[in-house]
């Protein structure tokens, strides 16, 4: 099984992105594959396994070498700064992560309060533009903060905005573009590089993005 590539990957959005991917890049995964409820997939004619993974944990079982790749939005490796490699923008599971509040709301001038689960992305942020403010982390529902007073602002993931609206929230800042990308074990990339040159080469193929190998680790 060492022949095997295996694929950290979070279910949802990405996981069917991605699948849809690699069947264009002519990969042959089974119809039923995207549908299947297993938490370790594996596809013998491809000598892939996949690991469904939180969207969070994926950079860490790649960087501790469980997973030789991983599938994670821009978000992730910006919170999680792991030391992994990012080998191409697969260009999917586009959204962009924002500032927003209730419309014509009071912001407290002293360190106001923003509810987020991207802590570090968001201290990082308030401090490039000079502002002090106290960072709340949440791992759900962060609309609810400013709704019931925990907090003045929220930074989160913003697709269609279509969130925002139904909780009476607006967006006063656009931070940063997300899109998903492909990462490396950097010792599977030594040991397994002809395999995972070649995944990489299909895919930009598909004219996804570019290839080079930045390191996350700051």
Do not use: W
Request: charged share 30%.
């Amino acid at each position: 099984m060492n022949n095997f590539l295996t694929i950290a990957m979070p279910k949802g959005r990405i996981f069917e992105d991605a699948v849809q991917l690699l069947k264009k890049a002519g990969f042959q995964l089974p119809p039923e594959f995207d549908d299947s409820r297993k938490l370790i997939l594996e596809v013998p004619e491809e000598k892939f396994r996949f690991i469904l993974a939180k969207p969070m944990d994926v950079p860490t079982y790649v960087e501790h070498g469980v997973a030789d790749l991983g599938i994670a939005g821009k978000d992730v490796m910006l919170e999680e700064e792991r030391d992994v490699y990012e080998l191409l923008d697969l260009k999917i599971s586009a959204c962009y992560l924002a500032v927003a509040g209730l419309p014509d709301a009071k912001i407290n001038d002293v360190a106001p309060k923003v509810a987020t689960k991207y802590p570090h992305v968001a201290a990082a942020y308030f401090r490039e533009q000079g502002e002090q403010v106290e960072i709340i982390k949440l791992n759900g529902s962060i609309e609810l903060a400013p709704l019931i007073g925990l907090a003045d602002r929220i930074v989160d993931i913003v697709s269609t905005g279509r969130t925002l609206k139904e909780n009476g929230l607006v967006e006063y800042e656009r931070m940063v573009e997300i899109t998903s990308r492909l990462i490396v074990n950097p010792v599977s990339f030594r040991l397994k590089d002809e395999r995972i040159n070649e995944l990489v080469e299909r895919l930009s193929k598909l004219k996804t993005g570019g290839f080079g190998n930045e390191n996350f680790k700051s």
